[in-house]
């Protein structure tokens, strides 16, 4: 098994369980305790768990990045201020495509009052958008997988591959200068690296909390990024830094 692959069921299980000992989780993925605890020290350097003796717990900080309910539901009054500001850059008549996620799903709830195209594998998303009449709405099919409301697989990506996307609006569990987006799951990994790719115009929607923190896997760098809005909450140090890599970030 790829250190990566444990990495990612290792975040599963404590995701789940909120610890995990070193003893039972080297039996589940059939590896030494000597793997296991080197492995902890890695996503421990990544800010994704705290060693504890005999295994390791979930942080206790506030910019956690997971449970995913608990993550989405946070921070609603910066993301309700991302979307009107992500709205200002829709043109009428438009296909644009609607990543999963909480900031996303407020940018759909502001939809519907000029003609739009608009495609997601987001259940929720969808929901709310059906039965806006100046919304023709696409849903991309594929298999749910865990508690998103999101689909994925290759019946998403091979749906994807027929249509065109003139602007992208994306969230991401994390973005850093150092080392661009990243996500904790594969899924998201296979998903948001083919759909920034089918996009004119690639819009990151991500409130502060998310800037200088990392998931498991990089899907984007920051140069693949025509536009950035977040809140006005961002750090002035962070702000000015990703401005230099991407000119166009916006504060809501």
Do not use: C
């Amino acid at each position: 098994m790829l250190s990566l692959e444990r990495h990612e069921k290792l975040l599963a299980y404590l995701d789940k369980h909120k610890a995990l000992k070193v003893s039972v989780v080297s039996d589940l993925l059939k590896v030494t305790e000597k793997t296991i605890r080197l492995d902890l020290e890695e996503l421990e350097k990544r800010h994704l768990l705290q060693r504890v003796h005999g295994g390791a717990v979930i942080r206790q900080d506030q910019k956690r990045l997971f449970p995913e309910k608990e993550r989405q539901s946070s921070h609603q009054n910066k993301k309700a201020e991302i979307a009107k500001a992500a709205l200002k850059t829709i043109e009428p008549n438009e296909v644009i495509l609607l990543d999963g996620g909480s900031t996303t799903y407020a940018l759909a709830e502001l939809l519907g009052e000029f003609p739009l195209a608009v495609i997601t594998n987001d259940i929720e998303i969808a929901h709310v958008l059906y039965a806006k009449e100046n919304i023709q709405l696409t849903m991309l099919g594929g298999s749910q997988l865990g508690a998103t409301t999101s689909l994925f697989g290759n019946q998403t990506i091979e749906a994807l591959s027929h249509l065109y996307v003139s602007r992208l609006f994306l969230g991401t569990t994390g973005v850093s200068i150092d080392l661009g987006l990243t996500v904790l799951n594969s899924f998201h990994y296979d998903w948001k690296s083919t759909v920034i790719k089918r996009a004119k115009h690639v819009t990151l929607l991500a409130d502060s909390t998310k800037f200088e923190q990392t998931g498991l896997m990089t899907f984007a760098t920051l140069d693949q990024l025509d536009l950035i809005i977040t809140d006005s909450d961002l750090d002035e140090s962070i702000y000015d830094a990703f401005k230099e890599r991407v000119p166009h970030i916006k504060l809501a």
